[in-house]
Nanobody
Framework: VQLVVSGGGSVQAGASLRLSCAGS????????MGWFRQALGKEREFVGR????????NYADSVKGRFTISRDNAKNAVYLQMNSLHVEDTAVYYC?????????????????WGQGTQVTVFT
């Protein structure tokens, strides 16, 4: 199983980025997907998650209204659209897959993880 994350980079505050996570080696459509991030010296934190069919999403309060998760099961991909980026959004971003969405706001319980991509937001 592989989850490959792409789309990170360095952007100015207020800009947008779109991260992608491509899955292979798994039946992608039966997995709920989560996005997490980890800033330097901090614990990994929940960003948002999406159900297997894509009809349910929820987000951390810190990103609500700015970030949007979507998925395309035909392409085995999940996306994280990040708008109005803040300096505090600087972190390594990870996607992860779990079999059921319940309890999916914690890193534990996710069976597979992508390698992460760095997002740096500067003023």
């Amino acid at each position: 199983v592989q989850l490959v994350v792409s789309g990170g980079g360095s952007v100015q505050a207020g800009a947008s980025l779109r991260l992608s996570c491509a899955g292979s080696g798994l039946t992608f459509s039966i997995y709920a997907m989560g996005w997490f991030r980890q800033a330097l010296g901090k614990e990994r934190e929940f960003v948002g998650r999406i159900s297997q069919s894509g009809d349910y999403m929820n987000y951390a309060d810190s990103v609500k209204g700015r970030f949007t998760i979507s998925r395309d099961n035909a392409k085995n991909a999940v996306y994280l659209q990040m708008n109005s980026l803040h300096v505090e959004d600087t972190a390594v971003y990870y996607c992860a897959a779990r079999r059921y969405i319940a309890g999916g706001t914690q890193p534990s319980g996710y069976a597979y993880w992508g390698q992460g991509t760095q997002v740096t937001v500067f003023t």
